[in-house]
């Protein structure tokens, strides 16, 4: 794979009105207008904004019409038939847009200041008819910022042709690129129409297909917002229907298609890699959370699908996702969904138990096909090394901690010491971090080799790094930091365990109260809710009740 050539310097290029923003809405009043008004405030880069009402009953039609009367840079077109997915409307915009170059946008999410100008400063100066910044997915109400494929935008870069820079396949998203509209015009290019989920995969690899030139930029030009709490789920989150999996598995299937009819075997082959260590990974983690007929339903879903993989495929990908994929095409039914769970967070873990066959790591005595290849040759740092974690919280709040061995690889390296690091999650600021030496645990029949130490909290001092703008309790991520005798060490994340995952409210002489909730997250890590004083007590007592 070649790398990616430095962009050159050049004049500057001061961009006038050559950009098209089409935002694209559906029953979303609520946030609409914030969409919209980010679009017009991109300044005279921008041409103009045209909104397509996918014919909404909530009022959202109405409120686009109010924006336009206040400014004429925006058009609305309102559709009389709701289309079902978001490739029809898009196609609609595009299809009205008069500038040199196209963006889009969605209702419920936002475009930072000067995203359209960073984008076609980079366009007019280096030729390129695609071009792509940094996204970032914004939590909400947290507000927590989480850089999405934040390797492709560490800084600027011209990829031609594309097919020599594979990873461009692993940014699906349409909405964080500057398209010109001559480009997507001459090669055909559009969103798929109606019902269709995942359109921006179909999109994206028609673009690549068509092997422009694209600049990557570092710069910020588009917030996705993410609300897991919303009644109406954004198809991304939407993923509690097996249909969801189906869909994606289709777009993804489409994909590959598109490039291998284009003779871009690297890029269909990075599609799949993409697949697997990306979408498998993700729906994997919250297996164990749906109902049986879904993991029945999803399990020959993926089954059939990786049928089609071959071994040079399933290679490409990380240990953790390959490792997955051989599980599922052993097994005609759901197994294992826990050890599943605990392999497929990020960082991944594996759990006992360490079986062999002939000398050799296997995923259990009864799978011996499925070898887990490369645990003996991986670096210490990049190991799935499993750390048990018991909270017990109270006057001496403590994490009870077990470090397991896998296949004799932690013993060799001498385990001494564990650090624990609390990180608060909307801003991952460093909050305490807590060191205990490790203790070998004492040999029983049957059991692993491990390792365990105990280290104390102080919940305290949690409060006082946190936020003192509300009194929601504040999210805390732990991560352990393992350090050997022969100078080794790794980092990994703990895995929740014990009865001590519940709410406890604490006396406490600096704050009168402490609250406090260890709990794990879906992929199983052990994390930290924590507020102080009565009216955090009170407003965590009133919606319990509430419900």
Not at 521 to 540: E, F, N, Q
């Amino acid at each position: 794979m070649k790398e990616a050539r430095e962009p050159r310097p050049g004049p500057t290029i001061t961009p006038n009105e050559q950009v098209s923003i089409v935002v694209i809405a559906f029953n979303d009043a609520a946030h609409v207008r914030d969409a919209v008004r980010s679009a017009l405030a991109q300044g005279d880069a921008v041409r103009e904004v045209i909104a397509v009402d996918d014919a909404s009953t909530d009022g959202t039609g109405e409120a686009l019409d109010a924006l336009a009367h206040g400014d004429d840079r925006l058009r609305v077109i309102h559709r009389t038939e709701n289309s079902g997915g978001c490739g029809t409307p898009r196609n609609d915009g595009l299809r009205a847009a008069t500038g040199r170059f196209v963006m889009f946008l969605d209702s419920d999410d936002v475009l930072p200041p000067d995203a359209a100008r960073s984008l076609l400063t980079a366009a007019l100066h280096h030729d390129a008819p695609v071009v792509a910044g940094a996204c970032v997915r914004r939590e909400l109400p947290a507000g927590r910022d989480v850089p999405w494929q934040p390797g492709l935008y560490r800084e600027a870069a011209l990829h031609h042709p594309a097919e020599d820079s594979p990873q461009l396949v692993r940014d699906t998203l349409c909405v964080n690129k500057l398209y010109a509209t001559a480009f997507l015009t001459a090669h055909g290019i559009a969103f798929p129409e109606g019902r269709y989920t995942y359109e921006d995969f179909v999109f994206t690899a028609r673009v690549l297909a068509a092997a422009p030139q694209v600049a990557t930029i570092p710069d910020p030009v588009y917030v996705w917002h993410v609300r897991r709490s919303a009644a109406r789920q954004s198809i991304s989150l939407a993923r509690d229907d097996v249909t969801n999996w189906q869909a994606r598995i289709d777009a993804h299937r489409a994909s590959v298609q598109i490039f291998q009819d284009a003779g871009h075997k690297a890029l269909a082959h990075a599609a799949e890699t993409k697949f697997l260590d990306h979408d498998l990974r993700m729906y994997v983690r919250e297996l164990h959370t749906r109902g049986s007929d879904y993991r029945t339903a999803w399990w020959r879903l993926t089954r059939d699908y990786l049928a089609g993989f071959d071994e040079a495929g399933l290679r490409a990908a990380r240990a953790p996702a390959r490792w997955l994929a051989r599980v599922v095409l052993a097994s005609p039914t759901p197994r294992d969904l826990e050890r599943l769970t605990q392999l497929a967070a990020r960082p991944g873990r594996l759990l006992p138990p360490y079986a062999e066959a002939d000398g050799q790591a296997v995923w259990a005595p009864d799978l011996p096909q499925v070898g887990l290849d490369a645990l003996g040759t991986k670096p210490m740092h990049r190991l799935p090394v499993t750390i048990d974690a018991e909270p017990a919280i109270g006057p001496r709040s403590t994490l009870r901690l077990r470090v397991h061995d896998m296949y004799g690889r932690l013993s060799a390296a001498g385990p001494v010491s564990i650090d624990i690091e609390l990180r608060r999650r909307r801003d991952d600021r460093r909050g305490p971090v807590h060191t205990a030496a490790l203790t070998p645990a004492p040999p029983t029949a049957g059991s692993e080799t491990c390792w365990t130490a105990e280290v104390v909290l102080d919940l305290a001092t949690l409060i006082e790094r946190g936020s003192a703008r509300s009194a929601d309790p504040e999210p805390w991520d732990l991560m352990a930091e393992v350090r050997c005798e022969d100078g080794d060490g790794f980092r990994a994340s703990l895995r929740a365990m014990g009865p001590g995952l519940r709410r406890r409210v604490l006396p406490s002489r600096r704050h009168g109260l402490l609250l406090a909730q260890p709990y794990a997250t879906t992929g199983g890590a052990l994390s930290l809710r924590v507020a102080a004083g009565l009216r955090s007590v009170w407003r965590i007592a009133a919606r319990r009740f509430g419900r």
